[in-house]
């Protein structure tokens, strides 16, 4: 009886499977009846799909093209615009002189030297705020804060950036200005301190979202590597991952450089726009005034094809030839710390 019941139990599950195989050939006869496309396309299909593509491949290359055609003649057309002042016999006192009156009827005065160190100190201070805030920001979210509380904090700080730099300029003049005069004793709120405390808030958005890319991508065997060996969750990250991440916080150190560098509404309503070379040069409640701001403030006042009217724009080349660079810098740094990265996975 046991034998006659495991043939009968047997048969029974050879009957079962040939059920299920026959049942999940129907299913994808079904759906192939479904898939209306043949495999083999016609040559009228063929064709279109080979015209897709090219139109589409050619579309990409034109909006590429546009951008970097956009830049090149941006270059050419401030070169343009420069070029006469640099041919005028001022280009000597430009980059030698602080003074900048650029109306004086008997002798006009084209030094930009006030207005570089003005740059240059408004920079120079929001980078000693933001740097050390947006390094801190980044190895929280990548290492510490749990990933779900990543997914929020992240794009809550991204959102700084997208804030108008007008609403900037406006809080810095009329809450933050006269906040430092009622409590820091400062003769004036708009100076170079008040600009160099807003900028590093806006630069701190883009300096904290690269340097939490790079960190992030440094990957999980340096890390557990690095705990392996002994190292506690502070030394793996001084020693190995933050170093391992340096080119990729340098290039955000640098964008977000350029991001106060090139600021324009902000320093012009808060920085006093005071064209002197502060004294000491740790004072910063001074005003000052930067490249940008002297753009903005007598562009639209200034008659066309004068040579104050090229000297802006000599101006705006000088500040253009900065950020260009900088930029550079920051590719280039990206670049070759993508290439270790890459080398070393194919290894792996």
Known sequence: MRIADCGLSESQSGAQLLGAAGASILTWSAAAAEFDRPLLLTPR???????????????????????????????IFIIKEALPFFTSGHV???????KWYPT?????????????MGSVDVTVGALVIAVPVGLLAAVFLSDIVPFGMRQVVKPVIELLAAIPSVAYGFFAALVFAPWMQDNLGVDSGKNALNCSIILAIMAIPTIVSISEDALSAVGRDLREGAFALGATRAEALCTVII??????????????????????????????????????????????RTMTATIAGEMGETAKNTT??????????????????????????????????????RKA
Request: with cysteine.
């Open 45 to 75: 299909q063929d064709l279109l799909g080979w015209i897709g593509r090219r139109v589409g491949l050619a579309l990409l290359q034109l909006v590429a093209l546009t951008c970097v055609l956009s830049v090149l003649f941006i270059f």
């Open 92 to 98: 000597g006192e430009m980059f030698t002189s602080a």
């Open 104 to 116: 004086d009827p008997s002798r006009p005065v084209f030094g930009i030297l006030a207005m570089v």
């Open 243 to 288: 170093p391992a991440a340096g080119r990729g916080i340098i290039a955000g150190v640098i964008l977000g450089m350029m991001r106060a560098i090139g600021e324009t509404m902000l320093v012009w309503m808060a920085s006093g726009n005071a064209n002197q070379v502060i004294h000491p040069w740790y004072d910063f409640t001074q005003s000052v």
């Open 308 to 345: 104050h009217y090229h000297a802006l724009f000599a101006v705006g080349l000088v500040l253009l030839a900065i950020t260009f660079g900088l930029n550079l810098v920051s590719e280039a740094l990206m670049a070759r710390g993508r290439r270790p990265a890459a080398a070393g996975r």
